[in-house]
């Protein structure tokens, strides 16, 4: 168990909720489209809310920092427009049906619209970045989506393949989702002015924590339920995606459970409830976990580099949050 008490996330977010609040209205402004169904999907989605916990990090790291202007309202919408941008792409490419709790986009509005505005708010977030006029944010932010669509692609490879090695999955989360909580956070630490310490910190911090999350996530796929996660438990088994636990019980299982779990990853239409026994009867959700509660630790490490603040106290909780989390 990771020190410090898991509060849950408005409690984590108090020290900066006016900044977020100003990032909403960032956002609601920068959707405005002429074109309605531009308008109407991007409230859909940016609507159904979230964690919003990738814009929080860079807000916190430049609070935390000592940031005084107002391109970090900014450039936390720019992280939520990638980040959506990125969901709306996967949904589609997932064949996704639930998301938030709620239909997808894709869902309600078909693939080619949600292909469509996720490619708008890519576009929309560069067109903002600029506004910041910072090469070094623009090329951080840049090399971000680069690593991420590399991780998507490194995921397609892996769909179906029972044979993924743990360093081949952990690759793909980082990759694929902590690229850009480090991003946010290196982003926040570039604008506060920090010292190369200090931005390597924040950057090493958000790398850790956003790979804690994802194998959090990998651990509720099995233990949680649809309604407390806002999505299809079980949804990376059908989509044939090797996650940690998974790939623990080949390493680990009987005979019998190693055959079911591959037969599972290669079709995606094995029986869950054999598949979720399978896993319990292991120690395959412990041994993600423990993997989620050392990169949540190592985020901790991290965080010596920030001054003592409010901030530093917010971001130092989050490491128990994102490991105590039930959704």
Do not use: W
Not at 137 to 159: D, F, K, P, R
Not at 168 to 186: C, G, I, S, W
Not at 256 to 276: K, N, P, Y
Request: glycine letters at 6%.
């Amino acid at each position: 168990m990771i020190p410090g008490t898991a509060l849950n996330l408005p409690d984590l977010l108090a020290p900066i909720a006016d900044d977020m609040k100003a990032v909403d209205t960032v956002i609601r402004t920068r959707l405005d489209s002429q074109v309605v169904l531009i308008r109407t999907i991007g409230d859909y989605i940016i609507g159904a809310g979230g964690k919003r916990m990738r814009p929080a990090l860079l807000l916190m790291i430049a609070k935390a920092l000592g940031y005084r202007g107002t391109h970090h309202h900014l450039l936390a919408a720019v992280v939520e427009f990638i980040h959506t941008a990125t969901l709306l792409h996967d949904d589609v490419v997932d064949e996704s049906s639930l998301r938030r709790g709620r239909s997808t986009a894709n869902a309600v509005y078909g693939n080619a619209a949600s292909v469509l505005v996720g490619d708008y708010l890519y576009s929309r977030s560069f067109e903002m970045m600029v506004e910041a006029d910072s090469m070094r944010v623009m090329g951080l932010m840049s090399e971000a989506t680069t690593v991420i669509a590399e991780g998507e692609v490194l995921q397609l490879l892996n769909v179906h393949d029972p044979d993924v090695s743990q360093e081949r999955y952990l690759q793909v989360v980082r990759y694929k989702t902590a690229k850009l909580f480090e991003a946010a956070a290196q982003v926040g630490a570039v604008l506060a002015g920090a010292t190369p310490a200090q931005e390597e910190a924040a950057a090493a911090y958000g790398r850790h924590i956003g790979t804690a999350f994802q194998l959090v996530d990998d651990v509720l796929d099995y233990s949680g339920d649809a309604h407390a996660l806002g999505k299809n438990v079980g949804d990376d088994l059908r989509e044939g995606k090797p996650t940690l636990p998974l790939i623990r019980v080949m390493e680990t299982g009987t005979p019998a459970q190693r055959e079911l779990i591959r037969t599972a990853i290669q079709t995606g239409d094995a029986d869950f409830a054999a598949v979720a026994q399978a896993i319990q009867a292991t120690d395959a959700l412990e041994h993600a976990r423990r993997a989620a509660q050392a990169e949540a630790q190592a985020a901790r490490q991290a965080l010596a580099a920030l001054p003592i603040s409010v901030y530093q106290k917010s971001l130092l909780e989050f490491c128990a949050f994102a490991v105590n989390r039930d959704r």
